[in-house]
């Protein structure tokens, strides 16, 4: 069983920062490629970035140069560093893990989700 803890969301003023984190835990052989979402009230979910097992990123344009993607291998963790933020940003952020098995079968997992609130 594999689990998803983010943590590190919470309300800030406009142009304040946030760090989140996605730690995964439990039995696997490797993690792959790790994402961060987000969804807004009565919005789609949307790509925020994405991190390849090699560290190679993909930002979504709306956030380029403000927020930062990253991961740490040996902690099995993920990060997204959130920078001069907007009340846009404002979401459930949620991240998103390809975890191969010891099976060597690829599974999707998403985390439960952590509230950004950009208000003042």
């Known amino acids: 069983q594999v689990r998803l803890l983010e943590s590190g969301g919470g309300l800030v003023p406009p142009g304040g920062s946030l760090r989140l984190s996605c730690a995964a835990s439990g039995r696997f052989f490797s993690i792959g490629a790790m994402g961060w979402y987000r969804q807004a009230p009565g919005k789609q979910r949307e790509l925020v970035a994405t991190i390849t097992s090699g560290g190679s990123t993909n930002i979504a344009s709306s956030v380029k140069g403000r927020f930062t993607i990253s991961r740490d291998n040996a902690k099995n963790t993920l990060y997204l560093q959130m920078n001069n933020l907007s009340p846009e940003d404002t979401a459930v952020y949620y991240c998103?893990?390809?975890?191969?098995?010891?099976?060597?079968?690829?599974?999707?997992?998403w985390g439960p989700g952590t509230q950004v609130t950009v208000s003042s």
């Open positions: 998103n893990v390809d975890i191969i098995d010891r099976d060597r079968t690829l599974y999707h997992y």
